[in-house]
């Protein structure tokens, strides 16, 4: 059974940080690239940064570069994102996502909620 399991989200104060985990199992996670995607309130949902499946390309949305880190540890299955100098507008529900041509899988998602 394939599952993704996010964790790390909260309430944080503008300029804080946090650390946001995705722990895969039930499927060969090291083999894919995974994304972090978010919605905020009223907004669409939207990519905030990929990594490949070995780590070795990462890309990120323009509204978080120099702010988020977007990393794995395939040995454990998870993947990581770190967010630094939070803004109110990152307020959002936080998703992993693995996809293929033959799968899509999604995280039930992590609240994120910046906020003085």
């Known amino acids: 059974q394939v599952q993704f399991v996010e964790s790390g989200g909260g309430l944080v104060q503008p300029g804080g940080s946090l650390r946001l985990s995705c722990v895969a199992s039930?499927?060969?996670?090291?083999?894919?690239?995974v994304t972090w995607y978010r919605q905020g309130p009223g907004k669409e949902r939207e990519l905030v940064a990929l990594i490949t499946s070995t780590g070795d390309y990462r890309n990120y949305a323009d509204s978080v570069k120099g702010r988020f880190t977007i990393s794995r540890d395939n040995v454990k299955n998870t993947v990581y994102l770190q967010m630094n100098s939070l803004k109110p507008e990152d307020t959002a529900v936080y998703y992993c996502n693995c996809r293929s041509s033959q799968f899509d899988y999604w995280g039930q998602g992590t609240q994120v909620t910046v906020s003085s």
């Open positions: 039930g499927f060969t996670f090291s083999r894919y690239a």
